[in-house]
C-alpha cells in the first residue's frame, strides 16, 4: 500500500517522536537502528522529513532529529505520507491505471473508492501523539 521509503518514514518519525517525547535527539544511525532501516535509506528519508517540516535537524556535537513536542498532536500519518508518497493514494487508480474514474471505472473501482477514503478518513485522524502513546503503553511495537 505504502512504499517501502513510507514505510521507513512512518517508523522512523514514530521513533524520533517517541525520542522527542522524552526531551531527547537522536541520531540517524540509532534511529536506523531501532527501526530496522538502512541506514542511507533512512537518512534520505529523513531529509525529506526536514524539507516538509516535519522533522527538525540539529547539527553539532549534541544535534540530531526531534519533533517539538507542541507538534506531536497536530502531526498526523496523512502529513507522512504526503511528505513521501505524495496524495496519489487518495486519488489513484486500485490497479494502477492512468484512466481510471467514476465515468470510466476498472473493476475494482466502486470497492475501492470506499476503501480508499476509509484510509484517508484514518491517515488524517491519527496524530503521533496517539501512536507515540501506544508504544510507550506496549500496545505497539516498532521492531521485533
Known amino acids: 500500500m505504502f512504499s517501502k521509503a513510507c514505510e521507513y518514514g512512518i517508523r522512523a518519525t514514530l521513533f524520533v517522536a517517541e525520542q522527542s ?7 540517524v544511525k540509532e534511529i536506523a537502528k531501532q ?3 538502512p541506514e542511507a535509506f533512512t537518512a534520505k528519508i529523513l531529509q525529506t522529513l526536514v524539507k516538509s517540516q516535519i522533522l527538525v535537524s540539529v547539527k553539532g556535537p549534541s544535534g540530531g532529529f526531534e519533533i517539538d513536542k507542541a507538534s506531536l498532536d497536530k502531526i498526523t500519518l496523512m502529513n507522512l505520507v504526503k511528505a513521501i508518497d505524495g496524495d496519489n493514494i487518495y486519488n489513484g487508480c486500485g490497479l494502477g491505471l492512468k ?5 470510466h471505472p476498472c473493476p475494482v473501482h466502486d470497492h475501492f473508492v470506499s476503501i480508499r477514503d476509509d484510509l484517508k478518513k484514518m491517515l488524517s485522524s491519527t496524530t503521533l501523539s496517539q501512536l507515540i502513546n501506544d508504544l510507550e503503553n506496549g500496545y505497539t ?3 521485533r
Open 21 to 27: 517525547a522524552k526531551g531527547k535527539r537522536t541520531g
Open 35 to 37: 527501526t530496522d532501516s
Open 99 to 103: 484512466e481510471c474514474n467514476s465515468k
Open 141 to 143: 511495537v516498532l521492531k
